[in-house]
Structures are given as C-alpha cells and as structure tokens.
C-alpha cells in the first residue's frame, strides 16, 4: 500500500488547512487509518483516526473539536481539516493505515499497530 500526502504549508495561527492522504488499491475503503504528527525535536503524536468501515472516529485531546478526520471511498483518499490552527500544530503530519481491522468498527487510538506510512507533509504554523 502506497499512502502519500500532501496539503501542507506555511499558515497564520487561527487559519485553517486540509491534508490528503492518497492511497493505492483500496487501502482507504477497508483499513483503519490515522494521522499523526511529529514537530521538531520532539516524539511521534496521535492525532486522529478512522475506524475501517469509516463509522467511527477518535481524536487526541490536543486537536478535538478544531480538527476532522474523514474519507472519500470514491477517491481512495484520507483527509485531515484543521481549523483554528496553533503554533504548537507545526510539525510534519503522517498518514498511516492499519491492516488488520479491514472494515472493522474499532477505530485506532495510537499509531502503534499501523503497517503503512506515507512520507509526511510539513506544516507549519506562524503567531
């Protein structure tokens, strides 16, 4: 499965950004995914993922309520909507998929069991 993103950029705090995450095969319509987020010179973060049936979603404290996870089974692609973006947001975004809860309702919470990872996009966020 090749997963590759993009979307990112250079925004003012409080501006709004949307990632994409394309996908090979069918990767988006039957695993669970997820975005998670790394800034410089710190750990890997969870941000938000999708159950593999697409029903469920669950965020990170850090990002509920400003940021949205969603897919488009049509166009085999993951999306990230930030809104109300924060300086503390800066970092490179990663999508990954998990293949073992192909169309499965349960919804990943950490990145620690994701098998493919796309390359990151970097974003960026000024005060």
């Known amino acids: 499965v090749r997963l590759v993103e993009s979307g990112g950029g250079l925004v003012q705090a409080g501006g709004s950004l949307r990632l994409s995450c394309a996908a090979s095969?069918?990767?988006?319509?039957?695993?669970?995914m997820a975005w998670s987020r790394q800034a410089p010179g710190k750990e890997r973060e969870f941000v938000a993922g999708i159950s593999g049936n697409g029903g469920r979603t669950y965020y990170a404290d850090s990002v509920k309520d400003r940021f949205t996870i969603s897919r488009d089974v049509a166009k085999n692609t993951l999306y990230l909507q930030m809104n109300s973006l924060k300086p503390e947001d800066t970092a490179v975004y990663y999508c990954a998929a998990d293949r073992d809860l192909v169309f499965s309702i349960v919804v990943p919470t950490t990145f620690g069991g994701m098998d493919y990872w796309g390359k990151g996009t970097l974003v960026t966020v000024s005060s």
């Open positions: 095969g069918r990767a988006v319509s039957m695993y669970a």
